[in-house]
């Protein structure tokens, strides 16, 4: 069974979903045909079993999913699980996990837990790589102000755009403006007449390591 979000603001992927059933009392597991493909197997390639389970599971989740699994083959308790696997072929997958216990109707014992696993790779796949483009995007807008403000300072004060950035780096600590803000009235001093950039209005006077450059 494949899940297609139908919500047009949602990202366009399509989820496997397959279901589970594990016997508590047995420890016997019945995979669906999706969920052998969402472990990287063809249906009946393996018989699934607990080790064959947990073997597959990301080493660094996979304790915390065991525990899930003890705790709702105890309680019978609905869970739900985010968790990764490594698949048969080697590839890194993100499952989401649902299920809920079933109790034998006289002793009201749990016997079998049910649910489903959905294989959410490409869905979080897509999200974090639009994460990704936001951030740098977000980084590169950042950066363009500093380095222009560096180029103004270097030039102003005939220093080297290291030097240059340190100036500012120093301003943003004395006066707990941050750097981009700093950088932003820099630009802004930019003239229009061809007039000189007077760059120590917004740093202040020169600093000891400073002293002997010229103050444009």
Do not use: C
């Not at 915390?64 to 048969?88: E, K, N």
């Amino acid at each position: 069974m494949t899940v297609e979000p139908t919500d047009a603001s949602t990202v366009e992927t399509t989820q496997l979903v397959g279901r589970f059933r594990w016997d508590v009392t047995t420890h016997q597991w019945w995979w669906s045909d999706e969920t052998f493909q969402i472990h990287g197997f063809e249906p009946g390639d393996v018989v699934p079993t607990t080790t064959l389970v947990l073997a597959h599971k990301h080493p660094d989740d996979r304790e915390r999913f065991s525990r899930i699994l003890r705790t709702a083959g105890a309680t019978g308790q609905p869970f739900s699980s985010v968790h990764r696997i490594m698949d048969a072929r080697g590839r890194e997958r993100t499952l989401t996990v649902v299920g809920q216990g079933r109790r034998n109707e006289d002793t009201r014992r749990v016997v079998a837990l049910e649910g489903y696993f959905v294989d959410v790779t490409d869905t979080v796949q897509t999200h974090a790589a639009a994460a990704a483009s936001v951030s740098i995007r977000a980084s590169a807008a950042t950066r363009a102000p500093i380095e222009q403000a560096k180029g103004i300072v270097a030039a102003s004060l005939d220093i080297s755009l290291d030097e240059a950035f340190a100036r500012l780096r120093r301003t943003s600590n004395n006066t707990n403006v941050a750097v981009r803000e700093i950088a932003r009235r820099i630009i802004a001093l930019l003239p229009t007449d061809g007039s000189a950039v007077r760059v120590t209005d917004v740093l202040g006077d020169p600093g000891p390591a400073d002293e002997g450059r010229t103050a444009g």
